[in-house]
């Protein structure tokens, strides 16, 4: 099921293009309003998820770089052992992978992860994430849909 790469590769490219344009045309911290209850808002994550351990030194950047390494070499394997019929855990694991890897670049690079999509509702914010971090919740969202039988192709019937 390596065929399915393509998915992880097009994570990446979407991901790493769409935090170029957002460094190279706006300020740190700089929030632009689009929706009732969605900005662009540019900010670095240093930490993991909702910034966990941000403030932590810089010895997690280090950390979660090899947490990513780790993880994407699993699922690059966990991929490579699929059977035929089970495209959406391919489709899945191939956005986590994408995902992890955009995030990835981003640590190697910079020290830190560009952020840049604001949901709020009123004044409560969700976190600021990207696209990599939304194409790994998408990723899970599926993982999960597929171990619940929400998808059944008429092979993994038999």
């Given amino acids: 099921m390596l065929k399915w790469l393509w998915l992880s590769l097009l994570a990446v490219i979407l991901d790493q293009g769409s935090k170029l344009v957002i460094d190279s ?21 240093t930490g993991a998820a909702f910034s966990f ?16 390494i780790l993880i994407s070499a699993v ?44 949901v709020y509702y009123g004044t409560w914010h969700w976190p600021a994430f990207n696209v990599a971090d939304s194409a790994i919740t998408l990723g899970v969202i599926l993982m999960l849909a597929e171990s619940f039988g929400l998808w059944h192709s008429k092979e993994s019937d038999c």
Avoid at 77 to 95: D, F, G, I, P, Y
């Fill in 25 to 45: 045309s706006m300020r740190l911290y700089q929030s632009i309003p689009v929706l009732p209850f969605f900005n662009l808002t540019y900010v670095h994550n």
């Fill in 75 to 118: 699922i690059a394997v966990w991929l490579a052992r699929l059977k035929q019929h089970e495209t959406l855990l391919a489709m899945a694991l191939s956005l986590v992978l994408g995902g992890a890897i955009g995030n990835l670049i981003d640590r190697l690079a910079y020290g830190y992860v560009i952020d840049f999509l604001d």
């Fill in 53 to 68: 351990l941000s403030e932590a030194g810089g010895w997690q950047r280090w950390f979660f770089a090899g947490l990513a």
